[in-house]
């Protein structure tokens, strides 16, 4: 019998082949205009294969996003056109690819701001340290009210824009410790209006997004990542089951016909090598959501875990640092074949090195090692 991560399963608007994801991940490889460059189409399209989902580098839904350099913009034309070129060549090799849109809020500073402009987040609070520019990280100014509702409408343009450049859908960046994870934790959150104190209430903005960007493109082409236990960028909440509980079981209420939900496993931490030993667990969230579900974090440290997760629950497994090292993961995991190793030093470089030249497998290259019993 197949293992489960080689079944069928339909998401959205497509059947896909099989279950293994590119996780988003970013590389920093765009131009000074956050526009994509071509050798980023040779990337995706090498990690393409027929039925299976990519989901792209978290990308800004405008230019007040947050603009970390070299980052993509999905805001102009220009973009949107380079952005094309990357589905089009996605989706002539059978592939499907969902846009995942961002907002880094207090994870901004200043000097990457249109002019200048102090980064923004739920509270005046600064992210404890210094950002991977080496920049102190700032204190950010707490939005008002009519500003939620204006980035609202950022998100639901972004996302038409992502239809428009040929995405067969938008995930929402809700995870990591960025805006809207800014807005659900209590950690970053000391709001006393609707959009703070309560879950309901931390919940709000990114359930607005949701709401929005179904209502511009479909349910079935909406989807978003969440990260409970993330600690990046001071995250924590008091609560994470009930918090997060309540956020999957308004999603199920409401928007039942969303395209996934991406969840970030409890055990991974993606700047160590390590899987923390951890009691908590996704599953209280795979039981209330009906729709496909994508597991992300670990996979690349034990693959085997991808096999066993997908056969208990069925889930989707997303794959970061393995499938940056590994254009060809499917064909890698159907196999058995051995995985590259990645080069954590050229994730964030500007170059092609690093990023379109990890090799494919080729047996006669590599040496006899027996294939792992999955
Ligand atoms: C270089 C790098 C860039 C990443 N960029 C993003 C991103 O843009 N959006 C996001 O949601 N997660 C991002 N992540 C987290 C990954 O999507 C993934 O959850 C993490 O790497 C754990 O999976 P792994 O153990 O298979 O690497 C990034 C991780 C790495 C290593």
Do not use: C
């Amino acid at each position: 019998m197949a293992p489960t991560l080689f079944t069928p399963l339909k998401l959205g608007r497509h059947t896909l082949q099989h279950r293994v994801v590119l996780a988003p991940l970013t590389r920093f490889r765009s131009d000074e205009k956050a526009v994509v460059r071509p050798f980023v189409t040779e990337y995706y399209a090498q990690r393409a294969t027929p039925g299976g989902l990519l989901v792209t580098e978290a990308t800004f839904i405008s230019p007040t996003a947050g603009s970390y350099p070299n980052a993509p913009g999905i805001y102009t034309q220009e973009q949107i056109a380079k952005w094309k070129e990357v589905t089009q060549a996605v989706h002539d090799k059978g592939g499907v690819i969902y846009l995942q849109l961002w907002h880094i809020g207090r994870a901004s500073h200043s000097k990457f701001s249109p002019n200048g402009e102090q980064p923004v987040s739920a509270s005046a609070i600064a992210i404890q340290g210094k950002n991977l520019w080496g920049d102190q990280q700032q204190v950010p100014r707490a939005l008002e009210i009519l500003d939620i509702k204006a980035l609202v409408q950022d998100y639901r343009q972004a996302a038409l824009n992502a239809v428009e450049a040929g995405f067969d859908g938008v995930e929402i960046h809700a995870a990591n410790g960025y805006l809207l994870d800014q807005f659900i934790n209590t950690s970053s959150n000391k709001r006393s209006d609707i959009y703070g104190g309560s879950i309901e209430n931390r919940a709000r903005f990114a359930l607005e997004v949701v709401d929005a960007i179904a209502d511009a493109i479909g349910p079935d082409r909406t989807a978003i990542r969440l990260s409970p236990w993330s600690g990046f960028q001071d995250m924590q909440d008091d609560t994470p089951y009930e918090t997060w509980g309540y956020i999957v079981s308004q999603l199920q209420a409401h928007q039942p016909e969303l395209a996934y939900v991406h969840f970030v496993e409890p055990r991974i931490d993606f700047r160590s090598e390590a899987l923390p030993d951890t009691t908590d667990s996704l599953d209280p969230f795979r039981q209330i959501w009906k729709g496909p579900f994508i597991s992300a974090g670990g996979y690349t440290i034990d693959p085997k875990l991808a096999f066993e997760r997908s056969d208990k629950s069925g889930d989707l497994i997303a794959f970061g640092r393995a499938f940056i090292a590994n254009p060809d993961i499917v064909e890698r995991l159907r196999n058995g074949w051995p995985l590259n190793r990645y080069n954590r030093k050229t994730f964030y470089t500007p170059g092609a090195e690093g990023y379109t030249d990890y090799p494919v497998y080729q047996p006669e290259a590599q040496p006899e090692v027996p294939k792992p019993s999955l």
